[in-house]
């Protein structure tokens, strides 16, 4: 049992949750805890490369998945009140107001104090996301390693 | 402290997060690890057999909650993007043309590899599920016996 | 590593999410266990006092997120099936079939019990909540002081 290790499952892509997440680990990382942050399903949004990728071999279903979900942290919604989309704008205006980090700057931090992010390969089979689609700088890997990784952390978080 | 056993509420009757937990639950399981599934509130329809069970006794309100909720793994809707319901079976569809296993496949698998499904009685009670409802091979308990199970844990997830 | 510490991060304000939420906490407490709900986010609506708060110098973004978000546990809708807000009730009406006990109930008995219920004070600084509009008895803290209190705990659950 390693007291300095933390693993989050990214599952969720709201803003709000992918927030929580940001925070929970840049904390752990000021206190020189180790994070990984599995990203899995909606999760893999943050991940994406904000410009759009030409992949080659995508199925029309894939297509629609990568053209429909959101590329990178800007343009995330909210999981309660997102009033058609005006919500999470409204809620970045509140943090800047409070004086609290942005998500991309949350997410900035995260990954200059080591922060491991995670791409979930089965998710990304199924959603069609490709490597070439992803941000650089992660690692990806499946359920086993995720659960090596539980099983040395003294706190697993589902997000 | 077991380091072979991991514990899953799994509060949410979404076809993704279902995903995930089965997912998370074959993994642990292949690797030899004991595995419970707690399931509770929306959770437990992945537990309700698919076809209309005769229950006596029940409130006008129980008999609205068992015919509006989903009867099994076969009609759950997704947590994003359900687009009036065309989400999951788009899911289903990507998941079969990456090469997964389908959410029955999962659920089989995870019976067979000796992962424990418990059905919360008393959001069964507050819902209104008689166990006659409820497919074979489950145990029943409530939150004192999640604890007992979750102390012995190394991983406790809330999906 | 102390087998009778359990913490939850209570993101949530969902009617169901505050109630299983608070059913673990009861039933941790009853076991003699310490437990700790850090109330972020949503969570933060069952921690406000029932009725409104002169605060002065909320910017117009604050007292919009004040404004409409629910004030207590009285006033949260369900994540599921809310059905325009008549889930809720609905489901109150359940449990009270049921034999169980209210939310307000749950919540009254968790307090009882010493379940201690932190407010995160980053998220309150972001949605503008000040501790005259919270209810007594509330521990203010951040996110080093999760962390520390995690750390100690066998069970941590995001909710």
């Given amino acids: ?82 009033m058609a989309g005006i919500g999470a704008p409204m809620m970045r205006k509140a943090c800047k107001a409070a004086g609290g980090m942005s998500l991309e700057e949350l997410f900035a931090s995260a990954r200059e104090n080591d922060v491991k992010f995670v791409a979930c390969t089965l998710s990304m089979d199924i959603l069609g996301f490709t490597k070439e689609e992803m941000i650089d700088g992660l690692d990806y890997a499946g359920v086993a390693a995720y659960l090596g990784e539980a099983d040395e952390a003294n706190v697993n978080l589902f997000i």
């Fill in 1 to 82: 049992m390693d007291t300095t290790k933390k693993t989050i499952i990214l599952f969720s892509g709201d803003f709000d949750r992918v927030m929580a997440a940001l925070i929970i680990a840049n904390g752990a990382a000021a206190m020189g805890d180790d994070v990984t942050i599995f990203c899995t399903f909606w999760g893999l949004n943050i991940l994406r490369k904000p410009e759009k990728v030409q992949s080659n071999g995508k199925s029309t279903l894939q297509k629609m998945f990568g053209g429909m979900m959101p590329k990178g942290t800007r343009k995330l919604g909210l999981s309660k009140m997102n």
